[in-house]
């Protein structure tokens, strides 16, 4: 049993947890994006950032990767955390003001559309990489990855060729957060 | 020629030294690529050819680049009994001039840059005198190396064999001292003493995090785990840097010395180089050390004797810049595409393969034989009391001297851009000195005398980096800096995380307003906590560090900021959105060279008359300001 504490509460998990795992048991919230627990943890959404002092510094981390440690102290709502979420709900409403659970995210953090708009094509995808991950470590196979990179990546099927290894089993359609799968599937999916 | 004993590494020195200053004329020609940039195949060629044609009894070799990069191509000449003469700004036709001196048995005169008295040598029992007695004539008038302003205040350590030996060439290098660290490491040295004289020697890590060397090689020894990995990252990406190109191009075996120390140490049998494909004569220069290191024994089993063996492979980035960070360059190597991950379990545990590994950068390597050979007192000696050694920079920009620069951590900026770079051109004023690369910081001119080293820059909100280094005069604006190393992150995030893809962008469009005379003073606010969420929420150190020229010219020049926001003013005249071009009618005399020269009929007027710019067709190309030998284009 590891002990430490989050937001002064004592709280304690098992060798291999993260701090998420252990807010949760605990039933503290930290808000997830690309995080599920059928998975293996992402770390690209950063919404679960929480602040860490090991007793040497005190940094910004992600507690869906961060693993515990006897006698660190987490913080979750401290002005930086608060600030990084702040701005991930508002680059992310900004690039898809039209998916639902966005929306609630955003409002959940008090943020409005800002004057700047999405370039370019219009898909809700946040390449979260749940679809992916899902696909590989779910299903077995591996139908979907990532293409390009920086503000041009996207999820797509390797070689940008409908995928052979896909058994349309719509997986990725569950799984994904916005719906924006759904634009994407047809171009991906085995014919 | 295998080398398994002591006894062959002395004979390879002989026959090295034999080669380094034979008993006949030598000529030397730098080509590293700053000098086959400038032309210097060709020299070569030449010289080579002459050599041949004319039965000369000296020889002609090339060498790597000593630093001096803006007066290439590089010719030297080693006489015996005679100083070593360096030749400037060689062409083929100045190559033939300097030959025919030469072969009518004269010194040649034209072109001389500097003489060399003393050859360092530092690993190999110090100063090599090249010449007995006094100099007279010519000779006597050329100026030393130490005394052009260029090399005054420098220290060449981890560059202590460029420009001196051929880098394909083994014996020179064990010539001048190489591979006898290796030795006495594997002989008269413990693992653990040999991490605990790296750390006591107090290097630090020249990649750019400044993490204490010997530290993490002790973290990496300790981890469980086999096999291990000794890894060196050749993958330089800075814009306008190219320190590790220079080593590997013209030393490449001081790396691979530094490696085998290095694995000795961690306990290691495997390496991996990984080197940009875009660099190919480094990529080339490498192989040919592994082979000639592979063939004599000292890449392999049972290393010189002592039961040892490690082996590297070479390993060729696909020109993603984020691949320099350690995760995405382990993901790289694997075959992975080049994403960083989070680095809470720490490379040293769970690294390339999940296995314990160990990255160090190409110059920390290059230090590595030197502390082993001279003890790290000798090192520590050396430079600030956080920051030990020597630190090689790449001076670019708005400054006279262009080059590599081998300095004393320490050294102040004042000394780096007035003294070294012989300042900006005259008649501009230097502004701020960047720093650290894409993501480093900009550093104004009322701190520069900010002594150069990794405490001092972290804590004025830059960093060492890997070691680039940009002046930067007052037609600099810095906005317009900040929108250029933003663009370039923007370009090589690898797009996983959030803070990273879509923070940067945003600061871009915010920038963008700004230097379009748009947004307000709460939009810089808006700016400044981006920048805070950006470098607190990213995954990698990409993100992390990619605010600081926004947030270090947020720091410093605020005012340039706020004349952009609030006056709709670019002070350096440079954002063409807030500038205009006008035409001051009493200075200009008629000769119509920018009526000529405006690509949009914007200015008109007859000879002799002073010109009008219509101001609604003008597009500010600026070339009737360049034109303009009178002074009469005013921009504001």
Request: hydrophobic share 40%.
């Amino acid at each position: 049993m590891i002990t430490f504490s989050i937001n002064g509460q004592e709280v304690g998990g098992e060798e291999g947890w993260t701090v998420l795992d252990v807010a949760r048991w605990h039933g503290i919230e930290i808000p997830t994006l690309c995080h599920h627990e059928a998975m293996e943890p992402f770390g690209a959404c950063r919404l679960c950032a929480v602040e860490v002092d090991d007793g040497r510094r005190t940094r910004v981390v992600i507690s869906c990767m961060y693993p515990i440690r006897e006698g660190i102290k987490v913080q979750t709502e401290t002005p930086r955390v608060a600030n990084v979420r702040r701005w991930i709900a508002q680059l992310l409403l900004d690039e898809s003001p039209q998916a639902p659970n966005i929306q609630e995210l955003a409002k959940s953090f008090g943020v409005t559309p800002s004057r700047f708009k999405k370039t370019g094509v219009e898909s809700a995808c946040h390449l979260c990489g749940l679809c992916i991950r899902a696909c590989q470590e779910v299903v077995g196979v591996q139908a979907l990855t990532f293409g390009n990179r920086g503000v041009l990546k996207e999820v797509t099927s390797p070689y940008h060729r409908r995928s052979q290894d896909c058994i349309r089993c719509g997986t990725c359609l569950y799984v994904c957060p916005t719906g924006a799968m759904e634009q994407i599937f047809p171009l991906v999916s085995s014919e | 020629m295998q080398i398994t004993s002591i006894d062959d590494l002395q004979k390879a020195k002989v026959g090295g030294l034999a080669q380094l200053y034979p008993p006949k004329p030598k000529i030397l020609v730098g080509m590293a690529t700053c000098g086959l940039a400038a032309g210097a195949q060709r020299v070569y060629d030449l010289l080579h050819k002459k050599a041949q044609q004319e039965h000369w009894e000296g020889v002609v070799e090339k060498t790597g680049c000593i630093g001096i990069c803006y007066q290439e191509p590089l010719v030297d000449l080693i006489i015996p009994g005679k100083p070593r003469v360096t030749y400037a700004e060689m062409s083929p036709e100045k190559a033939e001039a300097l030959w025919e001196e030469l072969a009518a048995g004269r010194v040649p005169e034209k072109q001389v840059l500097a003489r060399m008295d003393v050859d360092g040598m530092i690993l190999d029992g110090g100063p090599r005198k090249l010449y007995q007695g006094k100099l007279k004539g010519f000779l006597a008038k050329v100026p030393r190396y130490e005394d052009l302003d260029f090399f005054k205040l420098q220290r060449h350590i981890a560059m202590r064999n460029c420009g001196f030996i051929d880098p394909d060439n083994l014996l020179q290098y064990i010539a001048r001292g190489g591979y006898f660290a290796l030795y006495t490491a594997l002989t008269t040295m413990t693992p653990d003493q040999v991490i605990q004289a790296v750390t006591t020697a107090g290097l630090r890590g020249r990649g750019g995090g400044g993490f204490p060397t010997g530290v993490k090689w002790a973290s990496c020894r300790k981890a469980k785990g086999w096999p291990k990995y000794v890894l060196c990252n050749a993958d330089e990406g800075d814009p306008g840097a190219y320190m590790d190109r220079s080593l590997i191009e013209g030393d490449p075996h001081s790396i691979l010395e530094g490696m085998l120390i290095g694995a000795y140490a961690i306990g290691s049998s495997e390496g991996y180089i990984y080197v940009r494909a875009e660099y190919p004569l480094a990529v080339k220069t490498l192989q040919r050390a592994i082979l000639a290191a592979r063939e004599a024994g000292l890449l392999g089993t049972n290393i010189l004797g002592s039961g040892f063996s490690f082996d590297l492979k070479l390993n060729l980035g696909g020109g993603a810049f984020v691949c320099g960070e350690s995760t995405a360059l382990m993901a790289s190597i694997e075959g992975k595409p080049g994403e960083p991950r989070a680095k809470y379990v720490h490379t040293a545990d769970k690294g390339l393969w999940n296995r314990p590994s160990n990255l160090n950068n190409v110059e920390t390597w290059a230090n590595v034989p030197v502390i082993i050979a001279k003890g790290a007192d000798w090192y520590r000696d050396i430079g600030t009391e956080g920051s030990k050694g020597t630190k090689i920079f790449s001076l670019v920009g708005q400054v006279k001297n262009v080059g590599l620069v081998e300095v004393p951590m320490g050294v102040s900026i004042k000394q780096m851009v007035q003294d070294i770079g012989g300042g900006v051109p005259e008649d501009r004023e230097f502004k701020a000195l960047q720093i650290g690369g894409p993501s480093g910081g900009c550093i104004p001119r009322e701190q520069w005398d900010l002594p150069i080293d990794f405490d001092s820059l972290w804590d004025a909100g830059a960093m060492m980096g890997s070691g680039g280094m940009i002046v930067m005069d007052n037609s600099t604006c810095m906005v317009d800096v900040a929108k250029f190393f933003l663009d370039f992150l923007i370009d090589e995030s690898c797009g996983k995380c959030i803070p990273c893809r879509l923070g940067l962008k945003r600061m871009r469009e915010l920038l963008e307003e700004f230097s379009s005379g748009k947004g307000s003073l709460e939009d810089l606010e808006e700016l400044q906590s981006l920048s805070e969420a950006v470098k607190d929420g990213s995954l990698c150190a990409l993100g992390g560090s990619a605010p600081n020229p926004v947030l270090t010219t947020l720091r410093y020049f605020r005012e340039e900021y706020e004349a952009h926001i609030l006056h709709h003013k670019c002070p350096a005249a440079v954002c063409k959105e807030l500038i205009t071009y006008t035409i001051t009618p009493e200075l200009c005399n008629g000769c119509t060279a920018c009526v000529q020269e405006c690509p949009q009929g914007a200015i008109t007027g007859t000879k002799k008359e002073p010109h009008t710019l219509n101001s609604a067709l003008c597009i500010k190309c600026g070339a009737c300001f360049e034109v303009c030998k009178f002074g009469a284009v005013a921009v504001a």
